[in-house]
């Protein structure tokens, strides 16, 4: 079984090296276009800390979240955040603020990381905030926790 | 519900910074020595893949694995593992090999990497084995997955 896995892992890969780059669509889609074993895999813990810089700045929270083949981990809304991960085709960067959401202009940064891996790519990411509200405006599930 | 948290998160690394670093044993029984909302926060990725380089080897299986409150995650025997890391004091460089394993000297290797937090520090670990069975016979869970 575990062998089966780490070839079907292989295969994804190979298919994507051979494919090309995929488009977000069909990331979004992977666990309805291939078997629950042939899916590249997908975790990771995201912290947040109060600060600007990961390097100067512990921890206060940390989740994992897991999207294949089903959306779980500790994070507290796994589903809606997996959901807008594959929106975004996991890029973070792309994650829009709301419109609806105001904040103060004061400055109290938090920062936010994401690491582990993304439909089998590595993900190390790293954005601060000026507030917990700014970051909260971000997305709307992901980066609440 | 939220707040209570990360206060007590705040408290609990606060109580850390005031004592200085944690002996391995005191990081060990955390649960034991604390109400169930009063630990650091631990979660943390593992990866696996065919090379000797985090940099240049895709990801094949990456699981997560969280030990507080209590064990959870992807990875195949979390409460081992966590035993494990507990046993140690987070520190994956301390996982021995064992005695029982013979492993041929092939040379066909597999990094690891590991990221996150660990008991409210961040951990960004990457060992590389000459083979498969090298990397299994350091330690007895946190690597098998």
């Not at 629950?36 to 206060?60: E, K, W």
């Not at 085709?89 to 419109?99: M, N, W, Y």
Request: contains cysteine; aromatic residues 6%.
């Amino acid at each position: 079984m575990r062998n089966t896995a780490r070839w079907a892992t292989t295969i994804a890969l190979t298919a994507t090296a051979v494919c090309g780059p995929l488009t977000g669509a069909a990331l979004a889609a992977p666990a309805t276009t291939a078997p629950a074993s042939l899916y590249a895999p997908s975790a990771l813990v995201l912290t947040i800390a109060h600060g600007d810089s990961s390097a100067t700045a512990a921890p206060q929270r940390a989740v994992t979240l897991t999207c294949a083949p089903t959306a779980s981990g500790t994070h507290p809304a796994a589903v809606p955040a997996c959901a807008e991960l594959r929106g975004v085709g996991g890029d973070l960067d792309a994650l829009a603020a709301r419109d609806d959401v105001l904040c103060t202009r004061e400055y109290d940064p938090v920062v936010v990381t994401v690491d582990g891996v993304w439909q089998g790519k590595r993900v190390s990411y790293e954005r601060a905030f000026a507030n917990d509200c700014v970051k909260t405006s971000y997305g709307t599930s992901v980066f609440s926790f």
